[in-house]
């Protein structure tokens, strides 16, 4: 456009503004003068070309009045813009306009006849229309005199009169109305203050005064506004009972009950507060797991939300398990803590309300409000199993959703501590005994329980097969309730409990008095007590060498290192016949007093002789104890797994140190019917003796072979060939020594696991303990005999005697060399003995073990040696 002005100022034509006069379509329009329509008759044109050059134009110059023709030629113009083409563009459209300005002037000189008729007709119109006017004008005039004289002054009055009054009660019913406009803006006041009995109350008398103004058309709709309001209060009182099923608070439900009641919706109220706790158990439950889940997941793309939960239980991982459960019982505990204060403000009411009406309006009310009390009675109480039995089977699904075989023993036990507390949350909240919650537990525990114990088994031949059975030191006043996993038998089989703590323990045995919904009540939750409680004690068994102090240690092996364990007779240069006996006697009755004695009898001077194994076991027994005390229907299964670990302990040491084909072959008796009969059980029901991959389809099926443990070998650490330690004296007498030991731990623990089995399987655990635990000190001898068979050369003692001459005929005055030789060999062994003593401890039942095989393998040799001689010895 700038290019067009700057062009057209150049060759001195006026802008298309300043020749608008010359194309505008008014100018085309205008009537032309006489002057111009006469000059127009006076150009010769020829009809023929006057047509053309109309017909030349284009018809978009007859499509409106609107057309502006002056933009239309201003943008056909050519970019490229040239003198002389525009010149004869513009003689072109002066030509059109020539041309159609004759024709409009044409026709205007062949209609104006016409024109002059029309407009006398006009005229006389106007005047006849002037004159109606003047007659209007004087109606009107006498019209306003009658008016004055007659209407204002009289029947003016009287309709004032009437019209005031009609206005009066007019004003008073739109006092009213805006009144009953102006409570909507309370009532949401009310609603946001959860006064819902007052708006509730108020929404009623708006409705009742309403219905006085109905005939009005903006009460009808008030009305029908009124109706929506209280809908919508009853809505938001659904809402704030919803509300009531996760926090109860007292005012606020006393104000949802008393909007019910003024609703006349008591027993409503009552069912739908039954189908909000079940809707509060789902999405309570539904929610936290749910909230574990994605928190696991991370970025996953799972839909989650759309799971259904059974499904959502599965994907909850091993690490977020329990966290989640405790959170799960938390938010179910306080469901029904809100439940069980319902029915307790329920209960309140029921007795404040015991008073008799005063007249019959209030007994016809009064027998209502009974009739509803009853309602609600019997409803709470029917929903108290029907609310335990959602959560039962809530729980359920996530107990079964995880496997938990791969569980942490302390972890699972947690998980059993949890589920045995909201156990008893259910049993103090309607009496149930949770068989729901029993079944699924049980079914999670066995299973945990055979993949644990099987494991477990496995870590105890890897343990014994690594034993190197060196004594580990453990303090003096050593005692099971000092490890942790004998923890929870309380603080009753400790010697010693600091006054303080018993002071802790009798306040929450008072505590323990109250039931669990009187102790949180008000705050708090019974299951965090489980992340809150830590053992704060540590484990003080240990001793720094295995004794408290050399003084100690001292007095502990000066019994051994003296000559008290060696009989008189063997101190004598020479033995007589006739007094020989005496000692042997005396003996004797010292074997008899020390058998009436434990065989093994802890006391503060002698620190019981452990291994890493045996503590190792011990611990396992606790936390076998601790399960089965929590979970009680598979007592029999935890008793059995713990009899499976001491027969295998037991099974062992006879193996690395008992088994002797030796004494086996020589009838001597040193393995007892009872003894061999429990060995051989144990191999039979125990002991895989099959290699691995050998045999496989000849003998008992695979799940039995599961159950089974290959047989443990012993380290090759341990040498019981070495005549300068006495063949692993010291190894052997920790071996059997801590099996002693296990066997009276497992004596003091048999009350207690006689309480825990089941009455039918009583006959087990009796053979049990008469059959395989007290054969467990059976084994000194057959574990010794080798020690003494082997410490004491009798075969050179047999040469010596088969050398000495019988036939003499005089008695000698000292006895032969081979008797000297005897005593040489017990002095030697009991010199060792005292040198193997300052490393382990040797009881006195090992002790008399041990002399006792020497001396019946003497009294053997002498049998035999005096049994191949041809004459009378001289001296025994």
């Known amino acids: 456009m700038q290019k067009i002005k700057s062009l057209m100022a150049r060759q001195g034509l006026k802008s298309p503004q300043e020749s608008m006069a010359e194309l505008s379509p ?22 023929q070309a006057e047509q053309e050059i109309i017909d030349s134009i284009g018809e978009v110059y007859f499509s409106n009045d609107s057309f502006d023709m002056v933009q239309h030629e201003l943008e056909k113009l050519p970019p490229e813009l040239n003198l002389q083409e525009l010149e004869e563009y513009r003689d072109k459209l002066k030509r059109q306009q020539a041309a159609v300005s004759k024709r409009v002037a044409d026709l205007i000189l062949e209609k104006q006849p016409s024109y002059v008729k029309e407009l006398e007709r006009v005229t006389a119109l106007q005047t006849n229309l002037q004159l109606a006017a003047v007659i209007c004008t004087n109606a009107r005039r006498q019209l306003n005199v009658a008016k004055a004289g007659f209407t204002e002054a009289s029947l003016g009055l009287l309709a004032n009169q009437r019209r005031r009054q009609l206005l009066t009660g007019l004003l008073k019913s739109l006092r009213t109305i805006k009144t009953l406009q102006r409570t909507d803006v309370r009532l949401s006041e009310m609603l946001e203050e959860e006064d819902y009995p007052g708006a509730i109350q108020l929404c009623l008398e708006c409705q009742k005064a309403a219905s006085t103004f109905k005939h009005y058309s903006c009460i009808s709709e008030l009305n029908s506004k009124l109706q929506d309001t209280l809908e919508q209060i009853e809505e938001q009182l659904d809402v704030a009972l919803s509300k009531t099923c996760k926090h109860f608070d007292v005012l606020h439900y006393t104000k949802v009950q008393m909007a019910y009641t003024l609703l006349g919706k008591t027993q409503t109220a009552m069912d739908q507060l039954h189908m909000h706790f079940t809707q509060a158990i789902h999405n309570t439950v539904f929610q936290v797991v749910l909230g574990y889940v994605e928190l696991c997941a991370g970025n996953a793309d799972t839909k989650f939300q759309k799971m259904q939960y059974k499904d959502l239980c599965t994907h909850i991982t091993l690490d977020s398990y329990i966290p989640c459960l405790m959170d799960l019982c938390k938010a179910l505990w306080e469901v029904m803590l809100s439940y069980h204060r319902t029915m307790q403000w329920h209960e309140e009411q029921d007795r404040q309300e015991t008073t008799p009406p005063p007249d019959e309006l209030a007994a016809s009310k009064s027998d209502e409000s009974i009739v509803d009390r009853s309602y609600v009675k019997k409803k709470l109480e029917h929903g108290l199993s029907r609310i335990w039995q959602d959560v039962q089977l809530k729980v359920k699904s996530y107990i079964l959703g995880t496997d938990m075989s791969n569980f942490k023993f302390d972890d699972f036990i947690v998980v059993l501590d949890v589920i045995s507390r909201l156990m008893q949350v259910g049993e103090e909240f309607c009496g149930s005994k949770s068989e729901v919650l029993q079944e699924s537990i049980k079914r999670q525990s066995v299973n945990y329980f055979k993949n644990y114990h099987r494991a477990r088994l496995e870590e105890l031949r890897m343990f014994l097969e690594n034993e190197t059975w060196e004594l580990c030191p453990v303090k003096s006043n050593f005692n099971i309730a000092q490890l942790h996993e004998f923890k929870f038998m309380g603080q009753c089989r400790s010697p010693s409990v600091s006054p303080s703590r018993q002071a802790v323990s009798t306040s929450y045995a008072a505590q323990e008095d109250q039931s669990l919904f009187q102790q949180y009540v008000q705050d708090g939750n019974p299951f965090e007590m489980h992340i809150e409680e830590k053992e704060e004690e540590t484990e003080d068994v240990l001793a720094s060498n295995g004794y408290e102090s050399d003084e100690l240690e001292k007095s502990v092996y000066q019994e051994y290192d003296s000559d008290s364990d060696v009989p ?18 005396s003996g004797s009755r010292d074997t008899i007093r020390s058998k009436r004695k434990s065989d093994y009898c802890l006391n503060k001077a002698n620190a019981p002789i452990l291994t890493n194994t045996t503590l190792n076991v011990i611990r396992l027994v606790g936390k076998y104890i601790q399960m089965m005390n929590i979970l009680k229907p598979i007592a029999f299964d935890v008793i059995h797994c713990v009899s499976q670990l001491f027969d295998y302990y037991l099974y062992a040491v006879y193996t690395f140190f008992g088994r002797n084909d030796m004494y086996e072959s020589s009838g001597l008796g040193l393995i007892s019917s009872r003894l061999r009969t429990t060995l051989n059980r144990i191999q039979e029901s125990l002991i895989d003796m099959d290699p691995v991959g050998e045999n496989a389809g000849v003998h008992a099926p695979t799940e039995d072979r599961k159950e089974k443990v290959p047989s443990p070998h012993l380290s090759h650490l341990v040498v019981l060939t070495n005549s300068e330690t006495l063949y692993g004296l010291a190894q052997r007498v920790v071996a059997t020594e801590s099996l002693a030991c296990l ?27 008469s059959q395989t635990v007290s054969t467990a000190s059976e084994l000194r001898k057959p574990i010794y005999w080798v020690v003494a068979a082997k410490a004491i050369d009798y075969e050179q003692m047999l040469l010596m005697m088969a050398g000495v001459k019988w036939d003499i005929r005089e008695i000698m005055s000292q006895h032969n ?4 030789v005897l005593l040489k060999e ?26 006792e095989h020497c001396i019946r393998l003497a009294n053997r040799t002498l049998v035999e040696g005096l049994g191949t001689g041809t004459g009378r010895p001289k001296a025994t």
């Open 826 to 851: 017990f002095e030697q062994f009991n010199k060792r003995l005292g040198e193997v003593s300052r490393h382990v401890r040797i009881p006195l039942p090992v002790s008399n073990v041990l002399w």
């Open 817 to 820: 060399i081979y008797v000297d």
């Open 568 to 585: 008189e007779e063997l101190k004598q240069d020479y033995v007589d016949e006739q007094t020989g006996d005496a000692p042997l006697k």
């Open 26 to 47: 008014v100018e085309n329009l205008r009537i032309p003068s006489k002057e111009e329509l006469r000059e127009l008759r006076q150009q010769p044109i020829d009809p």
């Open 743 to 769: 066997a009276e731990l497992f004596e003091s623990l048999q009350s207690h696991l006689d309480a825990m089995m089941p009455a039918a399987k009583k006959p087990f655990l009796q053979q049990f303990y």
